[in-house]
């Protein structure tokens, strides 16, 4: 069993996964017998393969297959496709097995613009239960394709949907290491960063408009806050010695870091602008990986003061240590979700580095990934699903799981070596 020192040296030099991934592709496995999901039919919208740059029914159906809340219905066999309410023939679609039915249309409208409106309707009380209009450029219909599957998401399970939201993980290209930012399926992408040196630990701002992560090209760890919209960036922590693994505080303003400059690696937290250092946890061990509570009065860290790498919680300004994990020799990377009710991170157990969710008030515990070697957890802003790096038949991919452990997405969207996902909060620029 690796020691937590090992588990260091992992977290500040770049593991790479084997093989490459296919792009677009959106594979969901059905864990249980899937009885719950919704069944619902999206029709094709009239004229949008010839008015917008990208269809939107594929990408709406990708989005809510992705959920693992839905089955889309075949709507080929069903010769009826409405594009207003009362185009719907129900009967049909009830044969069909659809409980509701999207739809939708593109029209012209002025200075070259688009207007996309689309409705959902209930097969059963024949009603409409959410629906709208947008009017954009038709270089922006995939955005709006993603808002209509939240609109729908949410009217059908009552939670804010996250199909608008992006991830952000390294990249291995060639000699190349790329920090991209991409749409949860992984199209859009955008390079942030582009280094010789590796890069590794992104981590999203609060409000969606920066990114915390930790460069090697000064030759040494370096944790930098780059922001998004103007491509400026700061180093907020190059202290002596390794800097690393870099946290929001939940309202933006201070990073948790992993700093060497004592020996040991310790947790402390420092303005994301820059500035002196504010030491956390105090211990003889290894302490790294910390994440803040929703509410930003406490961290999650790892650390081996009693051995083996085992997760704590502490108070943000100091104090003792609780122990949180105790089943199994090795846990490591925690994230708490947006609720602050349940925890994620990975456990070892044989060979296998297993992504395992607990429920902190009950202390209920359930694994939510396969057997195999999974890393780096990271909660939806909804908190209903958990993105995580995986391998499969030896190659890098991406999986989302949800939180029930009812489905498993593998997301066969990013072309290379990817590593160190992390999923972006709802308010993304």
Known sequence: MPSMRTLLKLLLTVVLFAASAAQAEIVVEIVGGGANRHAIAVTPFKDETSRVREPLTPVIRNDLNLSGAFRIVDAVSVANVPYEPADVRYPLWQSAGAQSVAFGKVEPAADGQVKISFRLMDVAQKKQLTGGEFTVSPDRARQVAHTIADMIYEAITGQKGIFNTRIVYVLKAGRDYLLQVADIDGERAQTILRSKEPIISPSWSPDGRRLAYVSFESKK???????????????????????????????????????????????????????????????????????????????????????????????????????????????????????????????????????????????????????????????APNGRMVLYASQSGGKSVLYAANVDGGSRMKLAVINGDVQDPSWGPFNNP
């Open 221 to 379: 760890p370096v944790v930098w806050v780059q922001d998004l919209a103007t491509g400026s960036r700061r180093a907020v922590a190059n202290f002596k010695g390794s800097n690393s693994a870099p946290a929001w505080s939940p309202d933006g303003s201070r990073l948790a870091v992993v700093l060497t400059t004592t020996g040991n690696s310790q947790v402390y937290v420092v303005s994301a602008a820059g500035g002196s250092p504010r030491r956390v946890s105090y211990s003889d061990g290894i302490d790294t990986e910390p994440a803040f509570t929703p509410d930003g009065s406490q961290l999650y860290f790892v650390s081996d003061r009693t051995g083996g790498p085992q997760i704590y919680r502490s108070d943000v300004n100091g104090g003792p240590a609780q122990r949180v994990t105790w089943e199994g020799g090795y846990n490591v990377s925690p994230r708490v979700s947006p609720d602050g009710k349940t925890l994620t991170w990975i456990r070892r157990e044989g060979g296998s580095f297993k992504v395992m969710m607990k429920d902190l008030a009950t202390g209920d515990t359930r694994q939510l990934s396969e057997n195999g070697y999974n890393e780096r957890p990271s909660f």
